[in-house]
């Protein structure tokens, strides 16, 4: 069946430091990538998404890029803040795997010291 | 304001004694999913719903049930809860199931069963 792997966390930076969180999927159709962010005591938010292969998905300096022929939608941004400390998931919904039902991968909690 | 809207947000209750967290959503929208939150687990699905009185299973049903008479609320059911059901659940809605959808999260309730 369809899944999302992304890395371990948590991961700790310093303000202004560059971010990657990696993640891969496996899917049996042409799945839509989606990363959703979870600030301290809230619901997720959609943070960007892509829906065909080589989009490239931006939102708040983020960015991520579908990569087919990886099976891999890593998030990147050049320079983090403290407000970016939050949990980060990646997610995938596919006809054919999840019946268009998001698939979460399991969180990456990202800590930003100033 | 478009909003999801969970109550109650924290929740502690007994063994075997029956509860309810409500979920309303404001968009009009015509999908709505309950997904539970476990650390190292991720997002889960319990239940999902694509319509009015249509529901279905995720990957988490056992122990849930699930009602749609309405468009806007869908509340989730625990008829005897188990120390195992401890978790975050949270409420979502989107426009339709489909690849591509964006789901909008309530901010979640945090239920504890001893």
């Known amino acids: 069946g369809d899944s999302v792997t992304q890395m371990e966390g948590p991961v700790t930076l310093s303000e202004e430091a560059f971010l990657t969180i990696n993640c891969t999927y496996t899917a049996t159709g042409y799945p839509s990538l989606f990363w959703y962010v979870q600030y301290p005591g809230e619901g997720l938010q959609l943070l960007l998404k892509a829906t065909k292969a080589d989009d490239k998905g931006s939102n708040k300096g983020f960015e991520a890029t579908y990569r087919k022929e990886t099976t891999s939608f890593h998030l990147e941004k050049g320079s983090v803040q403290v407000s970016d400390s939050a949990v980060y998931f990646c997610a995938l919904s596919d006809f054919g795997g999840s019946q268009g039902n998001l698939i979460f991968g399991k969180g990456t909690k990202l800590s930003v010291k100033p | 304001e478009a909003q999801v809207t969970q109550n109650p947000r924290y929740l502690i209750t007994v063994t075997g004694k029956k509860l309810t967290v409500t979920c309303s959503q404001n968009?009009?929208?015509?999908?709505m999913s309950w997904y539970r939150q476990d650390p190292g687990l991720g997002l889960r699905q319990i239940y999902y719903?694509?319509?009015?009185?249509?529901?279905d299973k995720g990957d988490v049903p056992e122990g849930y049930k699930v009602s749609r008479k309405e468009k806007r609320n869908f509340p989730l059911i625990l008829e005897s809860p188990s120390p195992n059901q401890t978790s975050l659940y949270f409420c979502a809605s989107s426009l339709q199931q489909g690849v591509g959808n964006i789901q909008y999260f309530g901010a979640g309730t945090r239920l504890s069963v001893l």
């Open positions: 968009m009009n929208h015509e999908y």
């Open positions: 719903s694509m319509n009015v009185e249509v529901t």
